[in-house]
Structure formats: C-alpha cells, structure tokens
C-alpha cells in the first residue's frame, strides 16, 4: 500500500464506480434528467426540494427547460415580421407533464442537437476560463 497523499483525494463524483448516474451522461440526457426532475418537484408540491424551472400561476405553468446553466429555446415565433427566440413556455397545470413529455420526445429526435452541443461548448468555455482566472489568482503574491 502507498503512503498517503492529498493528491490522492478526488472528489467522488468524479469517479465513476461511485457517481454511476453521472458518469458518461451525454448533455442530451441531462437535459432528459432536468425534466425528469421538473415533473418529480411538480408531484411533490410545495415539498418540492431544489431549483424550480417552472413558475405557477393561477391554472398556468410557466417552464424553461435548462441545459449547462442555460435555457434552451424551445420555439421560433414571428412577432410583427421578426424571428424571436421563445426559452418559456406555459401551458394548462393539468397538461403540464403532457408538454414536458412533448419537449423529451423532441430531444432524443434530435431536434434540439445542435442548440444543446452550443450550450455545452460555451459551458466548457466557461468552466476554462474559471479555471484560468483561478489559477491566476493563486499565483498573484498576497497583498498586504
């Protein structure tokens, strides 16, 4: 057995034998994950545990549905002769899991492919730059 070193220490979810619902989930299925979710915290009512990606009101919901920290645009409507990008969308609270069923079918068709591989470089342009500045902050000598 080798001596112990913090270099060791990794966080679990990066190791796939212990983060098995993680590990190789394509962004598609984690947009597929996040409705999932939305339809378990509409069930659960106010008992609801984490972010909400939809709003009630009245007999209305409001929802986006979000991939790497972003809305995806779920429809293109024209408003007075312009293209407009649509990420929320609302519908009866009795046909709520019925649309987020109607949006599930549409991603694994592939109609959202391209959006979401967007989505997912800017999140990993993002991360990088988190990283750099990151880094650049631990090498700046301490003020003071």
Do not use: C, H, W
Request: overall charge positive; glycine content about 4%.
């Amino acid at each position: 057995m080798s001596k112990f070193s913090p270099a060791m220490l990794v966080p679990a979810l990066q190791v796939p034998e212990f983060n098995k619902a993680v590990a190789g989930r394509t962004v598609q299925q984690v947009a597929l994950d996040n409705i999932a979710k939305m339809k378990e915290q509409y069930a659960a009512g106010d008992g609801a545990e984490g972010k909400l990606n939809f709003k009630l009101s009245g007999d209305k919901i409001a929802f986006t549905i979000r991939v790497s920290n972003s809305a995806l645009v779920l429809e293109r409507v024209k408003v007075q002769d312009t293209d407009v990008d649509v990420k929320e969308m609302s519908v009866p609270k009795a046909n709520f899991n019925d649309a987020l069923d109607y949006y599930a079918d549409r991603i694994k068709a592939g109609e959202y492919d391209a959006q979401i591989a967007s989505l997912s470089e800017k999140r990993v342009a993002r991360t990088d730059k988190m990283k750099t500045t990151r880094a650049a902050k631990k090498a700046e000598p301490a003020k003071g």
